[in-house]
């Protein structure tokens, strides 16, 4: 009986963060298109430059990558996923297999400004919720849905969810 070989080993990109973030917005795993190109939530279905811009209040969708990842930093929004790497065959969460999580609480301590963690997605908050629990975290942690287009509830659903980021984000929120 031959055996099936496992899916190639997939890993996340660095985070997008600086001691200025006040909210890190926890991914999963960056799918097959955002590995292509080498972007956070690349794939065009994806709402996610949708959502945060928003939140923020900028036509996120409408910039460069480059100008969007300072305009997420110049607002206090920071960037990253749990899974640093697993096998995945496609980009759905629900494949992902033998992976090995991100230094959460590292990532964390370095952050003096994070007022809380925001999960986009339920295998991000499952997975990521652990790792703060065994990390002694305890900024407070806000479960968003999924700005995936395989998470079909109507978007303004979501924007009403992800609107919820602003508490965090603006001057008034407790540190």
Known sequence: MATRPLPELKRN???????????LILGSLPGEVSLAHQQYYAHPQNRFWHLVGDVIGEPLPSLPYAVRL??????????????????????LDS??????????AGLI??????????????????IGQRALAQGG???????????????????ATKRDAWLALRDWLGPDASA
């Open 109 to 126: 301590a370095t952050l003096p400004s994070l007022r809380a963690v925001a999960f986009n997605g339920g295998t991000a908050a499952r």
């Open 95 to 104: 494949n992902i297999r033998l992976h090995a999580g991100s230094d959460l």
């Open 13 to 23: 990109f660095p985070p997008v963060a600086d001691a200025h973030t006040r909210v």
């Open 70 to 91: 300072d305009v997420l930093r110049t607002h206090g929004v920071g960037l990253w996923d749990v899974v640093a790497q697993a096998r995945r065959e496609g980009s």
């Open 137 to 155: 975290v305890t900024t407070p942690v806000v479960r968003l849905p999924s700005s995936s287009p395989a998470y079909t509830i109507p978007y």
